[in-house]
C-alpha cells in the first residue's frame, strides 16, 4: 500500500476523513477480494461473532468480523509496517488494531446504512480512532458509496445522540438535511476517517454484491468497562 500524501493527511486533520486513491496495489486487492469470497460462502448466521450490537441483515447486508485470526495473509497486512505507518500518521501516536470486518452489500437488495459515527456504537468513553475503509470493487450511488459530513472533528470532538433503529438494524446519529459528500472510489481506493466521522453508505441495487474491508486502529486499547479485557482487540503495531 502507497503512503499517505500530505495533502491527503492535511484534509484528514481538517476535515475528518481523506480519500487515497489507487493506495492498494492490484496483489493485495486480489488476495482481500479472494478472502472475502471465501467468507461469503458461510452461513449469514455466523456473521454477528458474539458482538452485543447485531447489525448484520442476512444477505442484504453482512459483516465478516475478525477474520485476521484465521486468515495469516489478512493478519500479516493489517498488522503489517504500511498499514501501522499509515495508522501512525493519522493519529499521530502508536497504533492498537482494535476491530475489522468485510462489509458486503448483497445484489439488489443490499441495504443501505444509515448516518452514524463509529463512536456512537461504543457506550463508553474512549479516545477517538482511525477507521480504514477499502473498496474492494468499484463504489457509486448504485451499489453503496460511502458518503460523509465534513467537520473538524478536533474542533468539534463530540458524539452525537444516536437512536437504535429496529427495522433497519442499526444506530442513527443524524437525521438533518445535510446530504453530506458523496465518495464514489475505484476498488483499490483506501478512505481514512475519524471515528466521530458522521457517514453513511447507500443502498445496492445492482446485480453484484458491492464489497469493502474495514479496519480500525486506536490510539490507546479500548477495555471493556471496569476490566482489562480488550472491547474487541487490543493488538499494538
Same mark, same amino acid.
Given at each position: 500500500?502507497?503512503?499517505?500524501?500530505?495533502?491527503?493527511?492535511?484534509?484528514?486533520?481538517?476535515? =475528518? *476523513?481523506?480519500?487515497? /486513491?489507487? &493506495?492498494?496495489?492490484?496483489? @493485495?486487492?486480489?488476495? $482481500?477480494?479472494?478472502?472475502?469470497?471465501?467468507?461469503?460462502?458461510?452461513?449469514?448466521?455466523?456473521?454477528?461473532?458474539?458482538?452485543?450490537?447485531?447489525?448484520?441483515?442476512?444477505?442484504?447486508?453482512?459483516?465478516?468480523?475478525?477474520?485476521?485470526?484465521?486468515?495469516?495473509?489478512?493478519?500479516?497486512?493489517?498488522?503489517?509496517?504500511?498499514?501501522?505507518?499509515?495508522?501512525?500518521?493519522?493519529?499521530?501516536?502508536?497504533?492498537?488494531?482494535?476491530?475489522?470486518?468485510?462489509?458486503?452489500?448483497?445484489?439488489?437488495?443490499?441495504?443501505?446504512?444509515?448516518?452514524?459515527?463509529?463512536? =456512537? *456504537?461504543?457506550?463508553? /468513553?474512549? &479516545?477517538?480512532?482511525?477507521? @480504514?475503509?477499502?473498496? $474492494?470493487?468499484?463504489?457509486?450511488?448504485?451499489?453503496?458509496?460511502?458518503?460523509?459530513?465534513?467537520?473538524?472533528?478536533?474542533?468539534?470532538?463530540?458524539?452525537?445522540?444516536?437512536?437504535?433503529?429496529?427495522?433497519?438494524?442499526?444506530?442513527?446519529?443524524?437525521?438533518?438535511?445535510?446530504?453530506?459528500?458523496?465518495?464514489?472510489?475505484?476498488?483499490?481506493?483506501?478512505?481514512?476517517?475519524?471515528?466521530?466521522?458522521?457517514?453513511?453508505?447507500?443502498?445496492?441495487?445492482?446485480?453484484?454484491?458491492?464489497?469493502?474491508?474495514?479496519?480500525?486502529?486506536?490510539?490507546?486499547?479500548?477495555?471493556?468497562?471496569?476490566?482489562?479485557?480488550?472491547?474487541?482487540?487490543?493488538?499494538?503495531?
Amino acid at each position: 500500500m502507497r503512503g499517505i500524501s500530505a495533502q491527503e493527511l492535511e484534509q484528514f486533520r481538517s476535515v =475528518g *476523513y481523506a480519500v487515497m /486513491p489507487g &493506495a492498494l496495489n492490484a496483489h @493485495v486487492l486480489a488476495q $482481500l477480494r479472494s478472502i472475502c469470497d471465501g467468507l461469503l460462502c458461510e452461513p449469514p448466521d455466523d456473521d454477528h461473532g458474539g458482538q452485543s450490537h447485531d447489525i448484520g441483515r442476512g444477505q442484504d447486508r453482512r459483516f465478516l468480523r475478525h477474520r485476521h485470526r484465521d486468515q495469516p495473509a489478512l493478519s500479516a497486512l493489517i498488522l503489517g509496517a504500511e498499514f501501522g505507518e499509515l495508522a501512525r500518521r493519522c493519529l499521530e501516536a502508536s497504533p492498537w488494531l482494535f476491530n475489522e470486518q468485510f462489509v458486503v452489500k448483497g445484489p439488489h437488495t443490499g441495504a443501505s446504512f444509515a448516518w452514524h459515527q463509529d463512536s =456512537g *456504537y461504543l457506550d463508553q /468513553p474512549h &479516545a477517538p480512532y482511525l477507521s @480504514v475503509w477499502i473498496a $474492494l470493487d468499484d463504489t457509486n450511488a448504485e451499489n453503496g458509496a460511502l458518503s460523509v459530513i465534513p467537520r473538524d472533528v478536533w474542533a468539534e470532538p463530540g458524539i452525537e445522540l444516536h437512536r437504535w433503529d429496529e427495522y433497519g438494524k442499526e444506530r442513527v446519529g443524524y437525521e438533518g438535511p445535510d446530504t453530506g459528500v458523496r465518495l464514489d472510489a475505484a476498488a483499490g481506493t483506501v478512505v481514512v476517517f475519524s471515528s466521530l466521522t458522521l457517514h453513511r453508505s447507500s443502498a445496492n441495487v445492482t446485480p453484484k454484491p458491492r464489497r469493502a474491508y474495514l479496519v480500525q486502529y486506536s490510539p490507546e486499547p479500548i477495555y471493556k468497562l471496569g476490566t482489562n479485557e480488550p472491547k474487541v482487540f487490543a493488538k499494538r503495531l
